[in-house]
């Protein structure tokens, strides 16, 4: 069974960094676009970035653009996601996510890692 194992949350105060890790079980993900989500509480989970493995181009929703950045390690099988500038609207839990490049919805998930921020 396919598993995606997301590490590196915590708790920390407003303007700081974490990078959150994922790592895959189970499988290999190659050829899937890898994508972070969140949820905060009381909130749908929204999409945060994902990044193909065709041409490592990312897409970040509107909210974090210029203080994430998501990447790939191809050698490891990782997903990271680097979280700079933090604020406390940052606060969700995050989730790893993979799908392949033709689907448009994601078939795999972590179990999540928390992020909390405070001010």
């Known amino acids: 069974q396919a598993h995606l194992i997301e590490s590196g949350g915590g708790l920390l105060q407003a303007g700081g960094s974490l990078r959150l890790s994922c790592a895959k079980s189970?499988?290999?993900?190659?050829?899937?676009?890898m994508g972070w989500f969140r949820q905060a509480p009381g909130k749908e989970r929204e999409f945060v970035a994902e990044?193909?493995?065709?041409?490592?181009?990312?897409i970040y929703t509107d909210s974090v653009k210029g203080r994430f950045s998501i990447s790939r390690d191809y050698a490891r099988d990782m997903v990271y996601l680097q979280m700079n500038s933090l604020q406390p609207e940052d606060t969700a839990v995050y989730y790893c996510?993979?799908?392949?490049?033709?689907?448009?919805?994601?078939?795999?998930w972590g179990q999540g890692t928390q992020v909390t921020v405070s001010s």
């Open positions: 996510a993979a799908r392949w490049p033709t689907k448009p919805e994601y078939d795999y």
């Open positions: 189970g499988r290999t993900f190659s050829g899937y676009t």
């Open positions: 990044i193909s493995w065709s041409d490592d181009v990312p």
